[in-house]
């Protein structure tokens, strides 16, 4: 199995801010995706990170929104840009290996937006 | 479409008594099945996956899942449950031909183990 680690594991912003959150995974892994999990829901996926190219997106999540990079096979970030409230939530990345089939979660980001 | 259905909000269950949590999935393809949980607070766990084989796969901390081709389904189950297993449970399904690895997840199902 992958171990993943974010930063920052929870935090409070003011709206209009911006927040990055960081997933760092302790072995080279193919895929990387960040998820929402908005208060009592289920998770949706936000997007697929891509190793040196653009983010691939799902259908209601913008780049402008949620800016996203991945510099190596072990890294990424999300942004969550001009915060409003509606963005409270949990925001997950998980990860996995080709051949290996199965994803990995990561601890999860708990953002509060005042 | 990919889909996934988890029908009971919540499942109420005593110690010691089994546990069936239930899951329906509807895929192009063929299906890649997963069981994950989430405890307050936390991520998500891996507890077990069906890709292929036996209809009968075992997972974490005593959980099994046995899937069901006809009837589209891929239930959670224990022999004897445990106080510590009150969580979230949640469904998920891959399809096979998805190259984006993509998944897709039910709307989770508390479970509940009253001692």
């Known amino acids: 199995s992958a171990v993943i680690s974010q930063k920052p594991s929870r935090d409070i912003c003011q709206r209009g801010t911006s927040l990055t959150i960081q997933c760092q995974v302790d072995?080279?892994?193919?895929?990387m995706f960040w998820y929402r999990q908005q208060p009592g829901q289920s998770l949706t996926l936000i997007a697929t990170?891509?190793?040196?190219?653009?983010?691939?997106?799902e259908s209601g999540f913008v780049i402008d929104k949620f800016p996203i990079s991945r510099p190596n096979l072990t890294f990424s970030t999300l942004t969550v840009s001009n915060m409003s409230p509606e963005d409270s939530s949990i925001y997950l990345c998980?990860?996995?290996?080709?051949?290996?089939?199965?994803?990995?979660f990561g601890p999860g980001t708990r953002l509060l937006v005042l | 479409a990919q889909s996934v259905a988890q029908p009971e909000d919540q499942v109420n269950v005593a110690e010691g008594n089994p546990l069936t949590v239930k899951c329906t999935y509807s895929?192009?393809?063929?299906?890649?099945l997963f069981w994950y949980v989430q405890y307050p607070n936390r991520g998500l766990q891996f507890l077990l996956k069906y890709i292929t084989g036996d209809n009968l796969v075992k997972g974490s901390y005593g959980f099994e899942a046995e899937f069901n081709k006809s009837q589209t389904s891929f239930h959670l189950k224990k022999p004897s449950a445990l106080v510590s297993d009150s969580a979230l449970y949640f469904c998920?399904?891959?399809?096979?031909?998805?190259?984006?690895?993509?998944?897709?997840f039910g709307s989770g199902t508390r479970l509940l183990v009253r001692p």
């Open positions: 990170a891509n190793q040196g190219s653009e983010a691939t997106y």
């Open positions: 998980s990860a996995e290996r080709q051949g290996k089939e199965t994803q990995y």
């Open positions: 072995s080279q892994v193919t895929m």
């Open positions: 895929v192009s393809g063929n299906p890649y």
């Open positions: 998920a399904v891959r399809d096979s031909m998805d190259s984006s690895y993509k998944l897709i």
